[in-house]
């Protein structure tokens, strides 16, 4: 038997969670395989946001991302001494077929952190990508918005844009994050917080948007929307603005602008991206080539 | 000279249209012609909700479509005599190049009045079947949800997904729309006016709504969505919900669905849609079937 050390939830959130709402807890776990099995060690965990939105019962651990070391194996995918992406949860030791794992990633880029392969190379990397080539679709010289532009994916989605030669725009809630958007080739962001922002908006896009990568939902979305051009693409990767509410909150009413401009709107949910390994390649040789 | 009485907007609209907001005006047209012109006269007007939303200044003419004889012609397309579907407003004689008019239609069914031109064999059935053929696509056994569910374009709408195998649901503002709807053969129709219609919606569709033809936006719509299945496909054919709205109204957040159930809306505008003649067509024969 090993030791897992394993987070759960000790209880409800009240708005933001908080250190008191989670414990650590040992599990044991019997370190004898049986075919296809694998026993990995966490190298490093994600507190992704998602997580926050899927119901996990008080006593239960949290879906959640990690890269591991293979520490035993009986699954010729994934020798031993291998490193994998999977969605395990925050915990140390696990044992498992090897369904949790996304793919290995042996070949991360060698002056960047380990961590990366839970960022750019992660989730958050593999969603923006997808996200904006496959429902976005943006032509150069368009004009790209992203909300949450610097949150783990909108700061994929950005650089992105950029590469693929489009004007991109985003919202953040602090200066800091401001200036670093700026500094990842952002033409224009704003702050939400503390700028008028429906005049940011129209300021940042004098020519429209054709695209928006969503983040957030609600009034933010509603005014984005409102500034769309015909043909716009809209693409819904998270929800924030509803995320500390118990009732869900009111936005002006969109509908009228999907008529009129005959926009197009799609949940992005990366589970339903069968094979994510292209996509990394794609990811893990553009970060190669700048470093 | 000949006279073509054609209505114009006496005064800006408060809520809904009245009669003393309209007045008809007489103009002179020059009934000689020049290369590719045509001199028609209206057959059939019709007064279809989408004309309110067009902004019309006052002193203008309605942007409207019509049925129309051809009086005249040099345009080889449109001889004298023949039977043409145009957008050229609310007026009886009018000369053109023939660039208004959808398709010629001589050929209508024969038990039908003429009307049924400007109707289900005129915009609101070719956006019927565009929207729910290119946007919803429907399979056999999914639940099509309508609102307006008797409108000119729901009407055309539930008849199709009735045709296409599926189980359809659908609501309106009086009952006798509601019987008139299930005499259609509507699976199940709601009076959203006078029903408890959340608990009324989540009757009607017991095992989740998979397309929802969109005919009235905002809260109904929220409702909707939230009962949708993963993979649910919109198409966002109205607004009504805002129709008399200064200001646009506020609706619950629909984002946080689309994220978790891939779900994904399109505006549908019949105006993207090239050549109509096809989908005129198939309805046509439809029509001719069954009489």
Redesign the interface.
């Known amino acids: 038997m090993v030791k897992s050390k394993v987070y759960v939830k000790a209880r409800e959130f009240v708005e933001n969670p908080k250190e008191e709402d989670f414990k650590v807890i040992e599990q044991n776990v019997d370190e004898n395989l049986e075919d296809e099995e694998i026993l990995t060690e966490a190298v490093c965990i994600s507190p992704d946001p998602y997580i926050r ?1 899927y119901p996990t019962p008080v006593g239960s651990e949290f879906r959640a991302f990690q890269v591991a070391k293979v520490l035993k194996s009986k699954n010729k995918k994934y020798p031993t001494g291998s490193i994998v992406l999977q969605e395990i949860g925050w915990r140390t030791i696990s044992k498992s077929k090897g369904d949790a794992v996304w793919y290995r990633c042996d070949d991360l880029p060698p002056n960047e952190p380990v961590s990366v392969a839970t960022g750019a190379l992660g989730m958050p990397g593999i969603t923006a990508h997808y996200g904006l080539t496959a429902f976005c679709k943006p032509k150069p010289g368009e004009t790209v918005m992203v909300t949450t532009a610097v949150g783990a994916v909108g700061i994929i989605v950005g650089q992105i844009a950029k590469l693929m030669g489009c004007r991109v725009i985003g919202s953040c809630g602090s200066d800091e994050k401001v200036r670093f958007a700026k500094s990842l080739g952002y033409d224009a962001v704003f702050n939400y917080k503390t700028q008028d922002w429906k005049t940011a908006l129209k300021e940042a896009a004098p020519n429209g948007i054709d695209c928006y990568f ?1 983040n ?3 009034k933010m ?2 005014a984005v929307i409102e500034q769309m051009n015909p043909g716009g693409r809209i693409g ?4 924030i ?2 995320s500390n509410s118990k009732d ?22 990366i589970f ?1 991206l069968e094979d994510k390994k292209p996509t990394y390649d794609i990811l893990n040789q553009w970060i190669k080539d700048a470093s």
Do not use: E, R, W
């Open positions: 939105t969503d957030v939902g609600g979305s509603s819904v990767c998270g929800c603005s509803s869900i909150p009111q936005a002006p009413v969109m509908q009228v602008h999907f008529v009129y401009k005959y926009l197009m709107m799609a949940g992005i949910n339903t």
